[in-house]
């Protein structure tokens, strides 16, 4: 590896841990534990609510008044993991710059992309 380059990644690392290192935990657990967010789910009313799948379970969350149905958003009244996965999913929350993509969950990352492949398919 060249010097330019391995500049170029200690750069990227460092880039990297700044930003997690301002993410609080709970935007981290949203960006990198397998969550499903189904914007069309029927058990949801309406555009502003969406379903979250976390570990067999469905967690249905209104993006607008930022309400989850788990215990952590009942208990404690802070937007939860579920509410911030929906956040990112949907584009209200954009992922934050230094990020490495390919950390994100699985399926949040094939959601962004397709999002990403239809507005270019719209232009």
Known sequence: MSAATE???????????????????????????PMNTVIDDPDTWGDDEVAVYHKGR????????????????????????????AWYATGRREIPDGIDVDALDAPLREQLDSESDSQETHR
Do not use: P
């Open 58 to 85: 469905q967690h249905i969350v209104n993006v607008v008044t930022q309400s989850c149905d788990c215990e952590d958003f009942h208990y404690r009244d802070v937007a939860c993991q579920h509410i911030r996965r």
């Open 7 to 33: 500049s170029d990644a200690a750069a990227s690392d460092a880039q990297m841990i700044q930003t997690l290192a301002r993410l609080e935990d709970r935007d981290i657990r949203a960006l990198t534990r």
